[in-house]
T-cell receptor, first 114, second 116 residues
């Protein structure tokens, strides 16, 4: 079955450290990929999305993600994290047969130490 | 723009009673609304998809008679948990999509349901 995997359950970083959160998906066809963020006590917000074109996608708040089709990956990166980036990050996808329904990974909790 | 609200944000009910959760798109019309359930330290699991004026489409394993979904208008969808039991305690999140041709969903803040 189609799925999204996020291998890091909890990542702890100090401020100014670089961030990379892994995301892999399982589907052999065309996919749309998303990263959502959920700050403590707040609703899910879209960070960035990839539909087609340039595989390096830039999102809000300095985040970017790179779609590597050969690796079925869509890792999220940020060169220098801030304490305010502490949140839960979800990778998600839609695919041709999902009728636009999002399939989420289990999420990665990011804790940034000041 | 694209704000989705949920009400209530937190509810406690007794086992056997029913609870209704509202999801509203405040500044846009939502052709499709989605209901998710989120367990602690786990992902969002899609429960059902509803289009305005149509019956909801439930995911496999979700009891449609227990989780009643009504999409009465383009800005309102409700989820009613009937005869709630402690195992129904969870975080319920709705989202809304502006059009059938858009993949982007806007999420509500969620409702914490505790059944005692």
């Amino acid at each position: 079955a189609q799925s999204v995997s996020q291998h890091n359950h909890h990542v702890i970083l100090s401020e100014a450290a670089s961030l990379e959160l892994g995301c892999n998906y399982s589907y052999g066809g065309t996919v749309n990929l998303f990263w959502y963020v959920q700050y403590p006590g707040q609703h899910l917000q879209l960070l960035l999305k990839y539909f087609s074109g340039d595989p390096l996608v830039k999102g809000i708040k300095g985040f970017e993600a790179e779609f590597i089709k050969s690796k079925f990956s869509f890792n999220l990166r940020k060169p220098s994290v801030q304490w305010s980036d502490t949140a839960e990050y979800f990778c998600a996808m839609t695919y041709g047969g999902s009728q636009g329904n999002l399939i989420f990974g289990k999420g990665t909790k990011l804790s940034v130490k000041p | 723009g694209a704000v989705v609200s949920q009400h209530p944000s937190w509810v406690i009910c007794k086992s056997g009673t029913s609870v209704k959760i509202e999801c509203r798109s405040l500044d846009f019309q939502a052709t499709t609304m989605f209901w998710y359930r989120q367990f602690p330290k786990q992902s969002l699991m899609l429960m059902a998809t509803s289009n305005e004026g149509s019956k909801a489409t439930y995911e496999q394993g979700v009891e449609k008679d227990k989780f009643l979904i009504n999409h009465a208008s383009l800005t309102l969808s409700t989820l009613t948990v009937t005869s709630a039991h402690p195992e129904d305690s969870s975080f319920y999140i709705c989202s809304a999509r502006m059009s059938l041709y858009s993949y982007e969903q806007y999420f509500g803040p969620g409702t914490r349901l505790t059944v005692t």
